[in-house]
Structure formats: structure tokens, C-alpha cells
């Protein structure tokens, strides 16, 4: 029954896929968008396999604790829909709704996961409580993320369509963290909620459609991870003051993010509730609690410029670098390790072969959201397994430019020009 189940919802979305305008309006087939449709079912079915199999040895058990405290959730709400809303976004705190950016005693932090498993319930009431039938849903809500960063680097690089597929469908960590069950692929549709219709209303204009799109991808991540606001705000609006200054856009945004830092450090001054520094610091010490096979020996952080600028150095080369080699201990390490050297030799030829794009405001926006998403996962994380994760819904928005910049063309011409030379070596030795 289970099986009809999953092949009867697979089937009618992989047709769904084929009908929904934002997905037919992205220039890809309707056999493209199901094979991409089924690469993010493959990769959560995966991901859930590990989560049964090796959940503790690769620190993945919280897609099945979700799933399990969803089907309890989808009773209470059966028996008593009302009485389940006040129980779970109640606020019993003594600080009521403070403790915005806490990770102790915070109803926010209560939130994250309190409406992940809502939405879960909700799902369970058409899958009859089964796994994998919920990740087909799942994975259809979550493929607006990728298609609506697959068309927007699209219009941003026209004459780019395979290199821009590849890299935004065949990205190996960012296809697999954001295809399980678990928030961070609602948290990259959130991304691209504000993000997509803030490109396309600075270029042409805004309208109700792109405001409520804005709207929906704030409150989207204010509930699922709300100090990731902290970090793409600044970043979004450095980008307005470029677009809107339309010169030396680079200048701007330092500019602009040396006036954020200052703020960063100095806003508890005048708004004690908003100590960033301190949340920051508290938020490493929750995870120095912890315990895990991937934790790696970190420096402490307090909340002062002396103590992050000190950190700065390790907390790259936590989000940027690891795992090492010698961090691997599974396949799922393995795959990460793998892949940290193919974007740094990637990066190198980016170095040598790239080409200029027009739009550098866009893509100075996905540079600083990028940097400073992965600084503060390396400042406040020390696990590898988490950075790994993290870090998969951050980096798309300079790898994909990356590979979209990248001069093919010259690097096929130099292909064969050496191919060619090795010929003419060979038959003069004959």
C-alpha cells in the first residue's frame, strides 16, 4: 500500500512540475524539470537512508526526530487543532519575547523547529505518516529554491545556460543538504524569496507580487533560523545603495559593511536587547557543548572586535577549508573533502580563465551575503558535520557565478591546442 501510495503522489507531481508557470517559465524542458524534480527525490531518499543507517556516526538523526515528532503532532492536532497551536508557540518565559538571537530559553529558538514539525504534521495527514511519500511533498515546495537561482543567474549571464544548470542542479552538498528533511531547504527558498524578486524589481520595478514575495521570504526565515536576517540584510541593502549609486559598486559595499560592522558591535550600547557580539559568542558556546565525532579544537569567542578579529583566521578556515583529509572518518566526510578540493582548483582556474560580467552589484551582493554567512558559521560552529550543511545553502551564490564566469571556450581552445602539440610529438617520435 505504501508503495502505491509514494508511486501515485510521484506521478502526479512529477506531472505538476511540468505545469507549474514558475517552473515552465525557467527555459528548461518538461523531461528537464522532472529529471531535476527526481535528482532532489534521489538525494532526500538518500539522505534519509544515511539518517536510518549511519544517523549518529554522520550526526544525521534529526530528519527521523523530526518525522517521528511529526506523526505524534498530527494526532493532537486530529484530536484538538487549537489546543496544539497554543501549546507549541505558547511563550511560558520569564523574558517573554526576548532572547531574539538566544539559543537558551528563547521562544524564537523553540520556533525554528516548532513550525518545521507543524508543516510536517500537516503533510502526514496526506501520506498516512510515511517518510518518504513526505518527502516527495517536500521536495516539490523546495525546488522553487533551486529553479529560482537557476533564473536568476540566467538573466544575469544569458549566454550561460549548461555551465549554469550544471552548477545549480548537480552542486553536490548543496543538492543534498536541501533536498532531506530537514529546514535548510525551506531556509534556501527563503533566500531566494527576498532575493529574486529584489533583482527583478531593481531592474525593472516592484509590484504587489514581488512585495508579498519579499515579505513571505523574511517571515519564512525570521521563523526557521532568524539570525541569518542579521546577515543578508546588510547585504541586500549595500546592494540597493550600489544599484542605486551606480558607481564603484566594490566602494559601497565596503563602505556600507564597515558602517554594519561598527553597528554589529556597538548597537547594544543603545539597544541592550540587541548585544549581536554576545549572541554570536553564546551561540559557539551551545555548540562547544555538544557532543560529536566531528568536533574539531576551536578558540574561545567573547563578545569583542579584539576577540573576533583574533578568531577570524580559524573561523575561515573552519567554513572555507575543512574537512581536511585528515578529517575524514565516513563516506559523507569523504564526499565533503572531495569537494573542498574540486571548488578550490575550480576557484584557481576561475583566477586564470574568467570574464567580466556588467552586473557587478548582484554579484557583490553574493560575495558579501556569502562571506559573511560563512564567517559566522566558522565563528560560532565546530562541528564538521554542521559546517558542511550550513555552509551548502550559502555557497551556490558565488560558485554558481563562478562557473558561469569562467571562459570555457578558451579552456577548450587550450585543450585542444595541447591535445594537438601531444599528436605532433607523437607522430615525429614515430
Partial sequence: MELLLFGVYLVLFCWLVTRVAFFKNAGLTAPQLIIVFLLKLIAGIFYGWVGVFYGQMAQMVDTWMFHYESIEARELIAQDPIGFLKTNFSNSYENGYGKFLSSHQSWWNNLHNNAFITLLSLFNFLSFGNYYVNLIFYSFITLFGPVGLYRLMRDVFPQNKIPILLATFLFP????????????????????????????????????????????????????????????????????????????????????????????????????????????????????????????????????????????????????????????????SLAAAIEIMLLICLFLVFLVWHKSSSNRPFLLFGLFFTLSGMLTIGYTVNFIGAVVRYRSIVLPFVVVPMVAMINWSSLTELASSIKTKNNVKNISGL
Fill in 173 to 332: 552538498s548543496f543538492i543534498y543538504w536541501t533536498s532531506g528533511i530537514h529546514k535548510d531547504g525551506l531556509i534556501f527558498l527563503s533566500f531566494i524569496l527576498i532575493i529574486y524578486p529584489l533583482y527583478f524589481g531593481l531592474k525593472t520595478s516592484f509590484n504587489a507580487k514581488k512585495l508579498l514575495s519579499l515579505l513571505g521570504g523574511l517571515i519564512l526565515l525570521l521563523v526557521l533560523r532568524n539570525y541569518l536576517l542579521i546577515i543578508i540584510l546588510p547585504a541586500a541593502l549595500a546592494w540597493i545603495a550600489a544599484y542605486k549609486i551606480k558607481k564603484r559598486p566594490l566602494g559601497v559595499f565596503v563602505s556600507c559593511y564597515m558602517a554594519f560592522i561598527t553597528l554589529f558591535f556597538v548597537t547594544r550600547y543603545f539597544i541592550p536587547q540587541l548585544d549581536f557580539p554576545a549572541a554570536v559568542a553564546e551561540k559557539q558556546k551551545s555548540f562547544l557543548q555538544l557532543q560529536g565525532g566531528s568536533a574539531v579544537a576551536v578558540s574561545e569567542l567573547r563578545p569583542n572586535i579584539r576577540s573576533f578579529v583574533a578568531n577570524t583566521p580559524e573561523a575561515f578556515s573552519i567554513s572555507f577549508l575543512r574537512p581536511y583529509p585528515s578529517d575524514v572518518r565516513h563516506l559523507l
